[in-house]
């Protein structure tokens, strides 16, 4: 089977983004208050700060550029930022803003204090990223009115307001938007503890029986993120219910994740076609990000924000300035027989 074919029935376990029809499952479960927002202590602690001091001056607080993986909790940081500061989030994302003109009537609109949520910031269009600029750092837009010599700029006003962006790519983001933020944290991969406590207020929330040792092994199969434990939970739970007595055991988590492809270690089908491409193709690599986007027939942007990230952080793969090599730990855990020069003696690449 060709790795085309093999793509369609990948189904929704392996995106790494919110599907449409998972929003309101997303909502139903997203912290509202830093309190409830589980791990990432330094990032919370340093906004509990920056939140509480902006309150006390009656200011909004300084504009916030989250950057990390998808699904870590950007969007959630931003919503408890603006429930914190008891103002209303307004989501929106690069892609979705084509022409300035639309920007300027989301900025116009904002009421004072107000969070405007831009997720995957490094995609907006320049001229529309330029807007940006004055809004961030004057709380104004310029109009230009007439053309030619009548040309004017007419200055217009906003309400003080908090930009939170968040991107995938922060080696993307030009150095004019980049400089406009006072506040940056990088998201990092949860960990297994933090994800069990997730999973087991998710199961709460949705009146899920979830023992222990099942939500412990959910945890150990999410990639580190948040938004994956929350998927497999939605999925077990269906299987426990057919196929068990409706509580989720760890038995029952495990053969359900195992119908799903995805891995002791959490590794899904995509995650595995990258790995198997590096090896099989490429006698374990060094390759370059392009080649193994080829060869599984997927786009390297994809792989690079949302497949390799994990991957690099378990080590299973590492980078090297001639490209990406598999580890010795990468080989093992797909059975096969690492060759004698395979990067990756336990604990040298973590
Ligand atoms: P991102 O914006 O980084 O892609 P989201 O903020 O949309 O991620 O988070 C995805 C889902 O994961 C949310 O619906 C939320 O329920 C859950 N989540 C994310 N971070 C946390 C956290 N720290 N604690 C509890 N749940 C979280």
Redesign the pocket.
């Known amino acids: 089977m060709s790795a085309a074919a093999a793509a369609p029935d990948e189904g929704k376990i392996l995106s790494r983004v919110?599907a449409p029809e998972e929003a309101q499952f997303?909502r139903q479960?997203?912290?509202r208050s830093f309190e409830e927002?589980?791990?990432?202590e330094q990032a919370v602690a340093s906004l509990r700060v920056s939140v509480e001091a902006a309150k006390l001056r009656r200011e909004c607080v300084d504009h916030v550029l989250l950057y990390g993986p998808?699904?870590?909790?950007?969007?959630?940081l931003a919503g408890i930022i603006a429930n914190e500061m008891g103002t209303s989030l307004v989501p929106t994302s690069g892609p979705a803003i084509e022409r300035g003109a639309e920007l300027m009537g989301i900025l116009t609109n904002l009421a004072e204090h107000d969070v405007l949520f831009i997720?995957e910031v490094h995609r907006l269009p320049r001229p529309v990223e330029e807007l940006l600029y004055p809004a961030m750092e004057d709380f104004a837009v310029n109009f230009v009115i007439d053309k030619g010599m009548h040309a004017r700029t007419l200055k217009y006003a906003l309400r003080p307001f908090t930009l939170v962006a968040?991107t995938t790519r922060p080696g993307m983001l030009s150095a004019p938007l980049r400089e406009r933020f006072g506040i940056f944290h990088h998201l990092d991969f949860y960990s297994d503890a933090e994800l069990t406590r997730?999973v087991t207020r998710s199961a709460a929330i949705l009146e899920s029986p979830l023992e222990p040792a099942g939500a412990r092994e959910l945890a150990r199969r999410s990639r580190g993120t948040?938004?994956i434990v929350?998927r497999l939970l939605r999925r077990v739970r269906d299987y426990a219910l057919v196929k068990g007595e409706g509580t989720v055991t760890e038995d029952i988590a495990h053969r359900a994740l195992d119908s799903e492809g995805v891995d002791a270690r959490g590794l899904d089908r995509l995650d595995r076609r990258f790995l198997d491409a590096i090896i099989d193709r490429y006698k374990g690599g060094p390759v370059g990000l392009e080649a193994v986007a080829a060869t599984i027939n997927d786009d390297a942007e994809t792989l690079s924000e949302m497949v390799e990230p994990y991957l690099l952080k378990i080590g299973f793969v590492v980078r090297t300035p001639k490209g990406r090599c598999a580890t010795r730990e990468a080989y093992q855990h797909l059975g096969k027989q690492p060759p004698a020069r395979a990067p990756g003696q336990q604990g040298l690449f973590g």
């Open positions: 919110a997303e479960l997203r912290p927002y589980v791990g990432q998808p699904g870590l909790g950007k969007t959630t997720d968040a997730i948040p938004r929350n």
